[in-house]
């Protein structure tokens, strides 16, 4: 990682019609990171992503991509991005090699072959080229879109949620890929619901409603929600959730397992809220706010505003 | 009644009521549920007309008495013929048929009433364009019985001698181009044109749709590609196909149906490029508006149905009235068809065809002119 910024894009905005999709989102990302780009189903993240890679024009807005005007040099950007859809879009009667062959034309890439080889070896589709890709299981077709977009060595991969439908098996082995290409110096913004693909990135970026919410690390995110969360272990947890919720300072009563996530920002009223409950058929303990507790709670904040 | 295994009425009403709330969301669906009958209807009982009246006819009038008139104004007055043009020769009449500028030509030969009243029997000729045996056969059957109640009505008094048993007059009658009205020889060369409209038409529209429905084009306009390639680098592959179907047709007309074949290939080749590349931009300007291929399908039949029945392929295009004709004008088969039964079956030449190749040309560009200004807007 250096300190040499790959996106550096100020208030950019997409309306359609009277929809803002995205209103006025800054954002940095440093040469060799992972960013994720976390946020509700609809909350601008597709939208931001096109903007960046120019599918669409943005209405408002400034910077630059790999050093160049993010809104007037949206060509030249293009060739040095690669961008994988969050649905499959690559052609499913054709097969692996002729899908990797016809993307390495469109990019005019020399030694095409050689090059359409290389990526069937390195991302382990060899003995699969010739399948065709619709007949290709989630993880496999997950694979050949990431061979595709790597295919004219991009600097920069923005990935629409790369693993949605994909296994844990497979996710995990999609990781590892990343994080040794971001070693060598590629950077990633990947939009993701999953928060344990979150914790994976360097850095986040909160989106909600078209607005950018917040930035920074793991633990810088968490720390900046200022949340406090106890766990609960005891009979009974769904009713208790039941009642703990309708107090005010609660704001999530969540379970995980066997276990009760009681969350609110404001620690001294989650305290009293909780104290007539701190009886010995429970069991309490304080424990770190976790992402997802984050998550949510950055997603009540924005309720009321419409999310479409 | 909770038994699975029985027939329920409710579910089977749930799902009728599903599929009417789907069908109201389609617009596009709905609108041709509706359409299609409405064009159907005023299509086949206004416009089409098997018995064809009122064509068009070429005079050539070179003999000035009674008798000549009398024969002209009854078969004016049979309806079946509209005399359009009077000119003096034959040779410049003869140009008109083939043009398809009339359907007949009637020719009065010089000192016709003389003859007549002498008893020699003169001729009277009359060529007509039988391409389209549809639009001849009921006229030239007409003929000898309009011809024989027009003399009757002379044969009075001191010329009753005309109306003998045999015809006073010598009436030729030439059937041009298919003398023995063969309908394969108007139908095989008009199946080129159907054909072609259906699949050119249908395919493109269907492969640009393809590509939206599927995400794929989103991938594609991701690519460094500009959108005419892809327009483009879309259409050629199936400018071929169109070719091979144009010889799979013509083998066929030529061995199975022995067509004559008449005029020049390379002429006709050249003339289907026009109306296959007016075609494309049909399919591809229906991709453009079209939000799934379902809905590309049924523009296709939408636009394949007025083509089929207001182009002169299964009625005789002067049968119809007027402002069927006027539409039949719009539509690049109408003008295709003329250009290929043209070309086969007169052996018409490069001066005759340009009468008829602009006009699909000028249809094909103000389609695909319409289809860049929707393509603009479908991508952001």
Known sequence: MTDELAIDVKGMTKRFGKLTAVDHVDLQVRKGEVCGFLGPNGSGKTTFIRMLCGLLRADEGSGQCLGHDVIKDSETIKRQVGYMTQKFSFWEDLTIEENLDFVARMYSLKNRRETVKQSLERLGLSARKDQLAGQLSGGWKQRLALAACLIHEPQLLLLDEPTAGVDPIARRDFWKEIHQLAGQGLTFLIATHYMDEAERCHRLAFIANGKLLTVGTVSDVVENSHLTTWAVDGPDLLQLADKLQALPGVEQAVPFGGILHISGPDQAALEQAIAPFRTSQYHWKQVPAGLEDVFIHLMEQTKGAPSK | MNNNSVFSLARLWAIVVKEFIQMRRDRVTFAMMIGIPILQLVLFSYAINSDPRHLSAAIVVADHGPQGRAILSALRNSTYFQFVRQVSTEAEAQAALARGEVQFMINIPEHFTRDLLRGDRPMLLVEADATDPGATGGPLGALPSILNAAMLNDAKGPLDYLASAESPIDLRI??????????QYTIVPGLLGVVLTMTMVMITALAITRERESGTMENLLSMPTRPL???????????????????LILLAAHFLFQVPIVGNLWLLMGVTLVFIAASLAVGVTFSTLAQNQRQAMQMTLFFFLPSILLSGFMFPFRGMPEWAQALGEILPLTHFLRLVRGILLKGNG??????????????????LTIAVFRYRRTLD
Do not use: S
């Open chain 2, 229 to 247: 390639e892809v327009m483009i680098g879309k259409i050629l592959p199936y400018i071929l196909v169109g070719y091979i179907q144009m010889a």
């Open chain 2, 350 to 367: 490069i001066d005759d065809v340009i009468r008829q190749l602009w006009q699909i040309a000028l249809f094909g560009v103000v389609v």
């Open chain 2, 174 to 183: 030439h059937a041009k181009y298919n003398p023995e009205a063969i309908t």
